[in-house]
């Protein structure tokens, strides 16, 4: 394994930002070294030879021609020496000795009073520049500006490097302190303290992500909060009538209890609740698992809504209570597991006869675009705000107390949780709409379960 301090990301980037600042600075120094240089160098030898120039036409038109070799060389600056001449006809009248004459490529017209009196040739730059260096005492200190400012660009080098090491440092660690805050909350999480939060700091991609861990740490606590409950949930239900079993049963053995046709009733109705509740216990871990079988067929939605009315009619009448269907007869059928719909729309409205005390409860279906809406309308004691967000929760009874007067011990709470679970199977939604009176005269309270499925 790597050393911990080079695999940090703070070294590496670090380290990113030190070769980046070397390089440019390289690159800037060279770049400037060399391009000063060569203009250094054109400069140095147009002077030169524009010097020399002045000094050849001065001579000629104070001699009226060219001469002989000893007078020219008695006259002229030793630069000479690196320079080819020839006269207004083309005769050569000076080239070094031992040079060709090829090498002198730059091209100087000389002239006196507007005639032509000959052209001088220069080697390139570069070369011209090193003759130069050996043999003037001037070129030596430009030599040195030259030095200078070169030494003058590593210096500079030097610096940005250093400036990029440091700001490389500043910089990284700042980049990664929320990602060392963001392993810590996940250490913790992987240690079991699910929750755990990190500070969001800006926008930008490692903020996103940070958020995104938020809630995800935060739902992961909801989660096992819920899971937790759950199962204190099950065991409380299923402890209450096993309770009560076992203290009847008891009483039947040792002879305390005299067998009567209401125990065997109230024993058979615990009975039935326990099954009952093991049933939508298996149902949601179905669902859950996405293994509940649906043997969905074709059904008009108006004969669903009939085959509830007719199973509840009865009940509402002895309650008082009106029992509407309204359905138009034109709407699509819609492709479900009738005896799961029927679970549901028989959950809506056992729940609004328990809760409804005078008025009516309607089962209706309306087309809505490519949907189909099934509603279930009450005017009963309605749900106050504040719970109805919870009411479709597993095991989650408004008021379990007063639950028990109305409904005997036959209420899970897990009714409409159920109810959304089945829809949600067949591809649709369920929602609840409730108002609840203020007063008792004013204000019609009750509730609306909309129902919607795909056709
Ligand atoms: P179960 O259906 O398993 O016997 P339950 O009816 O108590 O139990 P749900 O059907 O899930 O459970 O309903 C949850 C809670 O929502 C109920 O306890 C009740 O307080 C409230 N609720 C449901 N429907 C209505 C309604 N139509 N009017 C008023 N309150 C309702
Ligand atoms: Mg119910």
Redesign the pocket.
């Known amino acids: 394994m790597k050393h911990p301090v080079i695999q940090s990301l703070t070294t590496k980037l670090t380290l990113a930002f030190l070769l980046i600042g070397i390089l440019g600075a390289a690159l800037v120094a060279i770049l400037t070294s060399y391009s000063t240089r060569g203009e250094f160098d054109k400069f140095v030898t147009s002077m030169g030879a524009e010097q020399i120039k002045a000094e050849l036409e001065a001579y000629y038109s104070t001699n009226g021609e060219w001469g002989d070799d000893s007078e020219r060389k008695a006259a002229f600056n030793p630069l000479w020496g690196d320079m080819m001449l020839l006269d207004a006809t083309g005769e050569t009248i000076f080239i070094p000795p031992y040079q060709a004459p090829e090498l002198f490529v730059e091209e100087i017209a000389l002239e006196v009073d507007g005639e032509p009196i000959g052209t001088l040739f220069t080697k390139s730059n570069q070369h011209t520049y090193d003759q130069y260096d050996k043999w003037s005492n001037r070129s030596r200190q430009e030599t040195q500006f030259l030095d200078n400012v070169i030494r003058a660009s590593l210096l500079s080098a030097t610096g940005a490097a250093a400036l990029a090491l440091v700001a490389g440092a500043v910089l990284s660690r700042g980049l990664t302190r929320p990602i060392r805050a963001l392993t810590e909350a996940t250490q913790k999480m992987t240690d079991g303290e699910l929750g755990a939060q990190v500070a969001v700091q800006g926008g930008d991609e490692i903020g996103r992500l940070a958020s995104a861990f938020n809630r995800m740490s935060h739902d992961l606590a909801a989660a096992s909060q819920k899971r937790k409950q759950l199962t204190a949930d099950i065991a409380h239900d299923l402890r209450t009538p096993l309770t009560i079993l076992g203290g009847y049963t008891e009483g039947l053995k040792d002879g305390t209890l005299q067998g009567s046709p209401q125990l065997f009733e109230i024993m058979h109705d615990e009975v039935g609740h326990l099954e ?1 509740l093991v049933t ?1 216990l298996r149902t949601l871990s179905l669902v859950d698992a996405g293994r509940l079988p649906l043997n969905k067929r074709k059904v008009a939605p108006k004969a669903l809504l009939e085959r509830t009315g007719l199973a509840y009619i009865m009940q509402a009448e002895q309650k008082g209570l009106e029992l509407r269907i309204e359905s138009a007869d034109s709407l699509p059928p819609l492709h479900v597991d009738t005896e799961r719909m029927t679970q549901v729309l028989n ?2 409205v ?3 006869l ?3 005390d005078q008025g009516q409860i309607v089962l209706s279906a309306a087309a809505d675009d490519d949907k189909v809406l099934l509603q ?1 309308r ?1 005017t ?4 106050a705000a504040d ?1 109805l967000p919870h ?2 929760d597993r095991f ?4 379990a107390s007063r ?1 028990r007067e109305r ?1 005997g011990s ?10 959304q679970a089945l829809v949600q199977a067949h591809g649709g939604k369920i929602a ?1 709409e ?1 108002t609840v009176a203020k007063s008792a005269e004013n204000n019609p309270s ?2 609306t ?1 909309t129902i919607l499925l795909p056709v």
């Open positions: 009952h939508d959950n809506l056992s729940n609004a328990r809760y409804t279930v009450d009963g004691s309605g749900i719970v009411i479709f989650y009874r408004v008021d639950q409904s036959m209420s899970s709470g897990l009714g409409l949780a159920i109810a609840v409730s009750g509730t379960f």
